[in-house]
Structure formats: C-alpha cells, structure tokens
C-alpha cells in the first residue's frame, strides 16, 4: 500500500453527501481524486475545475486534460471560468488572493446540503510553505499551526501526505497530470518559498516537512486549549452592549488577547492587525478609542470594550400620549398615575420612589420624550446645583454607546426626567402632591 494510501485523511468525511473536489488537472488534486474514486462511491465525487483565464492556452489545455480525465474515470466534472487578473483589479486583491478567493467561492455555491463537503488536496508540503510565509510575515500561534485539516465544510485528506509521496502514488497509478508554468516563477511568495527557503531547510534536516508537520500538530493542540479558554471568557464577560473590562483584565494576557480578537471579529471589525488587538488591549487601561479596518470603532466607556459605529444614532423626539408610548429608541415609556397617598400606602417612601416619580398636577398631558440634545443640563432630585448631563452621564458610569439611546421627559422646554439619572428637583414629588407619575422604561417584546 503507497503511503498516500496509509496517510489520506477522511475521519472528517460524512458517510453521505456529495464531495466536491477542487480539480486543478495537477499531480495534488489528480492523486486526491484517484484515491477518492477508489475509496467512496464515484456518484458521490464532484470535480470542480477553476479556469483562472491567466495562462491562455495553457489555462485552457488544463481545463479541457481535467475534464477528459472525469470522462475516462466515469466521475461528474464541472468548471467555472472567471477572469482572475481582472477580478484582482476590481476588488484590489493580489493574484494569489483573489484566485483563492473566487475558487472557494465557486466551490461554496455548490453546496447544497448540510452533509456536503469541499475536498482540497492541500499537502504537507503546502503547509510548510504556509507556516514559513506566515512566520516571515509575522503570525500568532494560530497562523504557526498552518493550514487547518478542517474549516467548516472544507476537508483536506492530503494534509499529512508530502508532495514526493503524492508524486510516487501518481507514477504507481500511471497518472498523468498537468504542470502550471506559474509554478516556476519567483514572482509569486509562496514560489520564492518553495524554491529557496525549503531546500536550505532540508539541507539542514531531510526529514524538515515531516518535522515541521508534527510541530504544528502540536502547536495546534496548545492553540485548542487556549481558543477553548477564551471561548469560557468570551462568555464570562459578556454584558449588555459588549464586554466587561474588569472581568478581561483579570484573565491571562494570552486568553484576553484571544477572546478580544474574536468579539472584534464578531462585531464585523473586517480583518485585523496584531497591533488592532494591542491596541483593543490597551484600553482596558486607558479608556480611549480608535478605529478598526471595517470602519467602526472600538471603545472602553463605564468598564465595557464595544464596538460601535462611527455615525452617531439620528436624535429623536416624540409627544407622550397615554400611558403607554412607543419610542424611536425601540423602547416603551409607561407612566403610572396614582394618588400620592395611594403611593405612601403601597410603598414605603423614600429617595428610590420619588427618584422615580414626578408631581403631575400640569404636567402630564404636555410631555416630550426624546434624545439628549447639546447643552442639556438640570437639577436632579435631592441635589442643589444645576449639571450637565454629560457630567451626570459621567457620574453614573452610563457607557457612551448607551447615551444617546436615553429617554429624556421634557415639558415646556424642561428637563423633568433624565433615564438613568432620575427626575428633576423641580417637579419631584412631596407628600403634599396630589398626584404623581411613576416613569418605567421597557424594552418591546
């Protein structure tokens, strides 16, 4: 039995469901679907070949050599033709990008089914290349483990499988397969790589893909167990509006910095730099913002990391009608009106319940709800000096991202209720109130 046979990989593979084989026509993908037509039903098999329209006639020769080679083996073949350079251009991507890119996109609207899966003949080989080019660029210890044998629906039997032991398996089975020109060009990282870095690798050790194979295996273990770590943090720190800065800055440097990068991600951030989670990191501590490449911005206000949007919500301003009022902040303000000694009889009083409530002898028919505006300042209950709310915002630790969601209660121009602050001195309830107005705020159902 060829070695390729002893280390394909397909544990990941469902029992059923189509295997959609990305198919270039070279001595990878050809081994891949040699071995997958011997070892699982061939109705099951979908080779997909990508013609990236780069090479001319010889973009051509391979798609027509991977589509007879479908029809001799009695296997489903499909291509996609996309035009690689120009879509580089339109999307401002590299070659190298853009045509990953548009494979995996064209292999994803294949899928139709939740036990479907795509097949990449990614090698050891391949992965070694990545983890250099990574290690020269300058990568986390996830970006040290190399190309993953599993992302989603993507499977790469090959990954444990160097690129002599694919060639020996093709001269075994008398396959033929395509060469790409493009492969001996220095112009491309991952060619400058293969070409100058892994020969003098192997010079200093023969068995370097091999080597460098079982570090990343166990460098993916390490990576496992602190992705699983910042998993359990993630969850601890969740709050309302994003996550808690105390319960972040008491964990590991290591598992913080993990679970940062991963709510930024989840918060649309668009792809980050390591200096974007230093930077995320840093204010835990000094409480600033800055912006991420999806055009947001990232803040510690009141002990909560968020991510919020760089425009600030539209102001709104509504009448109160009736008890119940619907708000433009997805909200609904209910005012309860009772007797002041209804109130003393239900309630014991105190500064909670008239923090709450204000006197509505003439003003309960006559109120605004809306936004905080600039310049908005009152007396609080219970307090002698008029503050700005911002200040009284600052006081109460209310986060910047909540702000401008806030209810404010105005009547004839006043401030009578604050969300979060309370109600004005001016129109607080006493005991010689005949009526008062209990303010709650909910959110829709």
């Known amino acids: 039995m060829s070695r390729l046979c002893e280390l394909a990989n397909l544990s990941a593979l469902p029992s059923e469901g189509n295997v959609i084989v990305g198919f270039s026509g070279g001595a990878d993908s050809m081994a891949l679907v040699c071995f997958l037509s011997e070892t699982i039903a061939k109705e099951r098999i979908l080779c997909v070949h990508v013609n990236h329209m780069l090479r001319s006639e010889e973009s051509e020769r391979d798609e027509a050599a991977a589509e007879l080679f479908c029809q001799q083996r009695g296997l489903r073949f499909q291509s996609f033709r996309e035009d690689i350079a120009a879509k580089a251009k339109e999307l401002k991507m590299g070659l190298e990008e853009c045509g990953r890119h548009v494979r995996y996109a064209c292999f994803n609207s294949l899928i139709k089914s939740e036990n479907d899966r795509i097949l990449t003949a990614h090698n050891a080989d391949d992965n070694a290349e990545t983890i250099l080019m990574n290690l020269a660029k300058g990568a986390a210890l996830s970006g040290l483990c190399g190309i993953p044998y599993q992302r989603e629906a993507i499977i790469r039997p090959l990954l444990a499988v160097s690129r002599a032991e694919i060639e020996q398996y093709c001269r075994e089975e008398k396959l033929s397969f395509v060469e790409d020109s493009s492969n001996q060009s220095d ?32 460098l993916l273990l390490d990576e496992s167990y602190m992705q699983a770590e910042a998993d359990k943090l993630l969850e601890r720190a969740k709050v309302k509006g994003g996550l808690s800065a105390a319960v972040l800055k008491n964990a590991h440097t290591a598992v913080r910095q993990r679970a940062v990068k991963q709510f930024l991600e989840e918060s649309g951030s668009g792809r980050l730099s390591s200096q974007h989670i230093i930077q995320a990191a840093e204010l835990l501590e000094n409480g600033k913002r800055f912006t991420i490449p999806s055009g947001k911005k990232v803040e510690c206000s009141a002990g909560i990391l968020s991510v919020q949007s760089l425009e600030r919500p539209k102001p709104w301003r509504t009448k109160v009608i009736g008890e119940k009022t619907f708000l433009p902040n997805g909200k609904v303000l209910i005012l309860q009106k009772n007797a002041v000694c209804d109130i003393i009889n239900s309630k014991k009083i105190n500064n909670l319940l008239f923090n709450s409530s204000f006197d509505c002898v003439t003003i309960y028919e006559n109120l605004i709800a809306r936004s905080r505006g600039a310049g908005d300042a009152f007396i609080p209950v219970g307090r002698r000096v008029t503050k700005t709310l911002k200040k009284l915002f600052n006081e109460q630790q209310i986060p910047l991202f909540e702000r401008d969601q806030k209810l404010i209660l105005e009547y004839d121009g006043e401030i009578v209720f604050a969300e979060g602050i309370g109600v004005a001195e001016k129109f607080r309830v006493t005991e010689s109130s005949l009526y008062g107005v209990t303010v709650r705020i909910e959110e829709v159902d």
């Open 187 to 218: 112009g491309y990282t991952r060619n400058r790589i293969r070409h100058h870095m892994v020969p003098l690798m192997k010079e200093m050790n023969p068995s370097f893909i091999e080597s460098v194979s079982s570090t990343a295996q166990m």
